[in-house]
């Protein structure tokens, strides 16, 4: 299994469910997060058509107010969408090919304390099978049996 860290570009959710206000706005957000997770997922060089991802959410604020995790799903969710193949109206990169559980876990995002002194940072770490790492270390523990 490999295991990769990508920083996000927001010290702070930019969609919460919570949220309320004009529909358009919070689609423009929508599509800036999911298009955001799409260049990200490129300039990382991130595998495509993997057989299944672990997406874990993380988010450390910028002070030690109560934060409840639940709000984070709502940015969740457009990432999930950007790394997973898409449709015609809304592509994604394709690292899986949809983000049912069947080839994506989202487990609850983490919130962790804030560092005073420091903004807040929010980053995901991917979990997944690298099949040329597997091959390798499949061989590597045949060759030692």
């Known amino acids: 299994m490999s295991e990769i860290r990508i920083p996000l570009p927001w010290s702070a959710p930019p969609l919460s469910l919570n949220d309320r206000g004009y529909w ?3 689609a ?3 599509a800036m997060a999911r298009n955001t997770m799409l260049v990200l997922a490129a300039k990382h060089r991130l595998p495509r058509d993997a057989e299944h991802v672990t997406v874990q959410l993380h988010y450390r604020p910028r002070d030690r107010r109560r934060r409840d995790t639940d709000n984070l799903v709502a940015t969740l969710k457009p990432i ?3 790394l997973a193949a898409g449709t015609r ?10 983000d049912t ?14 560092i005073k002194g420091e ?11 690298d099949p040329e790492h597997e091959l390798a270390d499949r061989f590597a523990r045949e060759d030692h049996q």
């Open 24 to 26: 358009r706005a919070r």
């Open 28 to 30: 423009e957000k929508t």
């Open 80 to 82: 999930c969408d950007g």
């Open 89 to 98: 109206k809304h592509p994604g990169y394709g690292m899986v090919p949809d």
């Open 101 to 114: 559980p069947e080839f994506m876990a989202k487990p609850e995002p983490i919130i962790h304390e804030a």
């Open 119 to 129: 903004p807040g940072a929010m980053w995901l770490t991917l979990t997944f099978a």
